[in-house]
């Protein structure tokens, strides 16, 4: 299957309110232009450089996210174009994220990183934490990010009902949140939740954005 099967496939596959990340990390330039000529524009990178480098001399109607465990000594280098930062687990990095914004006069707008796995080698922040960032003094004071929603990834198994519990209760966290968080630089609208092997669940049980990679471009290559 071409990938602009597969995106045709999975885009007739989710609802129109849910947002397809193509999850284009390892994957060359002609993958992604291929992608882009089929109408896709949203593409997720899980490394600062090979983002970087693709930006250079790809489209610049494209939305760059960056959806990788993030270093805060490397967002300067992605504070001029990028779209969406999913996975911030600290507050150094959002005040990080803050500095090199300001300097590009942008806002950029970012995911708080849950921990909702049972694996320890997942990163995230306790649902506990990300309330007292919320609710944080400090936080209002960081006027080039916004913060959009949440990010979650669920542990790695077939086990069903494990996912669905995963899912399902930063779902109602998200929910709660946003009845009772709304800021200048904090307005919950995204989470994003579900990759190849577990979208759909994701979107039953809440995802607004799902982050496929294997589906659209096929198995990686990690040499």
């Not at 209002?140 to 995963?166: C, S, W, Y």
């Not at 109602?172 to 939740?193: G, P």
Request: proline residues 1%; positive net charge.
């Amino acid at each position: 299957m071409s990938i602009k099967e597969s995106l045709q496939k999975i885009k007739n596959s989710i609802p129109k309110n849910v947002t397809l990340v193509a999850v284009s990390k390892t994957k060359p330039v002609a993958d992604l232009q291929e992608a882009y000529s089929a109408g896709q524009r949203v593409f997720g990178e899980n490394k600062i450089q090979e983002m970087v480098e693709k930006f250079d001399v790809l489209p610049k109607d494209i939305k760059w996210h960056m959806i990788g465990h993030l270093q805060s000594n490397k967002v300067k280098y992605m504070a001029h174009f990028v779209d969406l930062i999913h996975g911030v687990d600290k507050f150094s990095t959002l005040k990080e994220i803050n500095k090199q914004a300001k300097k590009h006069d942008r806002i950029i707008h970012c995911l708080l990183q849950a921990k909702i796995a049972k694996e320890e080698t997942k990163f995230g922040l306790s649902f506990e934490d990300i309330e007292t960032i919320l609710a944080s003094e400090k936080l209002r004071e960081l006027k080039n990010i916004k913060i959009v929603g949440f990010m979650g990834m669920a542990t790695f198994t077939n086990n069903q009902e494990q996912l669905k519990k995963e899912f399902s209760s930063l779902n109602h966290f998200f929910e709660a949140q946003k009845l009772k968080t709304e800021t200048e630089n904090c307005q919950l609208n995204i989470l994003s939740m579900g990759m190849s092997g577990d979208y759909l669940l994701a979107i039953e049980n809440g995802s607004t954005m799902v982050r496929v990679g294997s589906f659209i471009f096929g198995s990686r290559n990690y040499n």
